[in-house]
């Protein structure tokens, strides 16, 4: 399957997925630029950037065979595995960002919005009872598997 033919394919699993990747690149990038912040704002962009890096693990399994992890980190990577559950956890991300709003509004606000919309696309597959599908792309559906 292509990406076109997995974005066409109405699955909000799919949905989510890619806008994990878009997370993940928000996140990263809004949380290194939040560093040179004063106040509580480096504090969320530390939590914007380890929520990032999180993301990675979570979105793209090819990395849990290729990168050297503690077997803790990986039991830890590997409840996120249904849609209600990466709901959850981009849901808790997205308010832990809206809560940035109390020292003032930053661009942190863009983070919150994607890991809500993220987090909808997996409520979503979800409530219509959509299996989490993995993108092909990402190193789902049995890619992680052909590399020992």
């Known amino acids: 399957m292509t990406l076109t033919e997995e974005l066409r394919s109405r ?15 928000l996140c990263i990038a809004l949380g290194i630029s939040h560093l040179i912040h004063a106040g ?11 929520s990032g890096l999180t993301l990675i ?3 793209i399994p090819l990395l849990l ?17 249904t849609n209600y559950m990466r709901a959850a956890i ?4 997205s308010l832990i960002q809206w809560l940035s709003i109390i020292e ?4 942190l ?3 919150a919005l994607v890991l809500l919309l993220a987090a909808s696309c997996y409520l979503i597959a979800g409530l219509k009872g959509q299996g ?9 559906q049995g890619v992680a598997q052909m590399i020992v």
């Open 90 to 93: 981009y849901g808790t991300m």
């Open 132 to 140: 989490f599908v993995g993108s092909k792309t990402l190193g789902g």
């Open 40 to 50: 509580l704002l480096i504090i969320f962009g530390i939590l914007c950037l380890c």
């Open 109 to 111: 606000i863009a983070a």
């Open 11 to 25: 699955n909000f699993s799919i949905y989510g997925q890619w806008m994990g990747v878009l997370c993940i690149v």
């Open 104 to 107: 003032g509004p930053t661009s």
């Open 57 to 59: 693990f979570v979105e």
């Open 65 to 81: 065979r290729i990168c050297p992890t503690s077997p803790t980190f990986d039991t830890f990577i590997r409840r996120f595995t």
